[in-house]
């Protein structure tokens, strides 16, 4: 019987190199869309954060207006914040640069200001304080203009 000599390879147990490459790519891809998942859900936005982003754009708007010699005001309203530039005759020109423009709080976040909006920064508007308060339900934080510098911190009930 010729057919007997003919030697069969007995059915593979186990998976291939290529196949075990696959299914790792699988995993690692899926670990990554968890991982991307949840990593936005811990950078949600909060009071503090909110608070030192309004005292970095602040003092670069300051600083701005000052080494350009022009006068630039703080624009507030109560679900957000921007910038404008101030023509000679008074009027103001909102900024709408991704760098100073409108800025929106999030849902649920308020300010309020210790001097009625806007606040001129610069030149002309130097030497005058003014505190900004970031709250959502029980957190504050305050951010206090000097007229040359900024600063963030917890509120506590300190006032200029």
Same mark, same amino acid.
């Given at each position: 019987?010729?057919?007997?000599?003919?030697?069969?390879?007995?059915?593979?147990? /186990?998976?291939?190199?290529?196949?075990?490459?696959?299914?790792?790519?699988?995993?690692?891809?899926?670990?990554?869309?968890?991982?991307?998942?949840?990593?936005?859900?811990?950078?949600?936005?909060?009071?503090?954060?909110?608070?030192?982003?309004?005292?970095?754009?602040?003092?670069?708007?300051?600083?701005?207006?000052?080494? /350009?010699?022009?006068?630039?005001?703080?624009?507030?309203?109560?679900?957000?914040?921007?910038?404008?530039?101030?023509?000679?005759?008074?009027?103001?020109?909102?900024?709408?640069?991704?760098?100073?423009?409108?800025?929106?709080?999030?849902?649920?976040?308020?300010?309020?200001?210790?001097?009625?909006?806007?606040?001129?920064?610069?030149?002309?508007?130097?030497?005058?304080?003014?505190?900004?308060?970031?709250?959502?339900?029980?957190?504050?934080?305050?951010?206090?203009?000097? /007229?040359?510098?900024?600063?963030?911190?917890?509120?506590?009930?300190?006032?200029?």
């Amino acid at each position: 019987m010729r057919g007997a000599d003919i030697t069969e390879r007995p059915s593979e147990a /186990g998976m291939t190199l290529v196949e075990m490459l696959v299914v790792l790519a699988i995993i690692g891809v899926m670990a990554g869309a968890v991982a991307l998942g949840m990593g936005s859900v811990t950078r949600a936005p909060s009071v503090e954060t909110e608070a030192r982003r309004l005292a970095t754009m602040l003092q670069s708007a300051a600083d701005d207006a000052m080494l /350009g010699d022009r006068t630039i005001a703080f624009t507030v309203r109560k679900d957000g914040y921007g910038f404008a530039v101030m023509n000679r005759d008074g009027g103001i020109v909102p900024r709408t640069d991704k760098a100073f423009g409108f800025h929106q709080l999030p849902g649920g976040m308020v300010m309020t200001l210790s001097v009625k909006p806007p606040v001129v920064l610069g030149v002309d508007g130097a030497g005058k304080p003014m505190q900004a308060v970031i709250e959502s339900g029980q957190r504050k934080w305050t951010v206090v203009y000097d /007229g040359m510098t900024v600063r963030a911190f917890p509120a506590t009930g300190l006032k200029l």
